[in-house]
């Protein structure tokens, strides 16, 4: 069942650079470089693509009908289950449209720099965390702030 990546991601993701075979961002090239945009892309979509093969998948077997499990026991350790399941689904359908996002900050020009500071996010953090738009220092103060702002 393979479909272009228009038709899962849109049209303004028909035309995706590829990806040498084998490329790394470094810090030795210009900081979202042409190459680098195309990686960070590619990766952002190949992610997008897992979770929602992944949510068909549990759609699927969701569909494939009811629980038919005699115990008591067994039924409750189905439900119990399928609860941790879905609420994983909640999170990553949460998590689309943060990848979402980042793919228009690669459109608009704006993805791997701070949205607070404007400084350049680490190629490591953008590699860990493709969605991340903060650096690691202006997260930690972001966080800080959250505690001590739960905290009053």
Known sequence: ?????SDVFGPQYSAVPHVPAGY???????????DQLAYFREKLLDWKDSIIRESRDTMAQLKSGPMREAD???RASSE???SIELRTRDRQRKLISKIDAALRRIETGEYGFCEVTGE???????EARPIATMTVEAQERHERHERISRDD
């Not at 790394?24 to 042409?34: G, L, T």
């Not at 350049?120 to 953008?126: D, E, K």
């Open 1 to 5: 069942m393979a479909t272009a990546l």
């Open 24 to 34: 790394r961002p470094s810090a030795n090239e210009e900081f979202m470089s042409d």
């Open 72 to 74: 008591i026991t067994d």
């Open 80 to 82: 119990t289950d399928w």
């Open 120 to 126: 350049p996010i680490s190629l490591a953090r953008l």
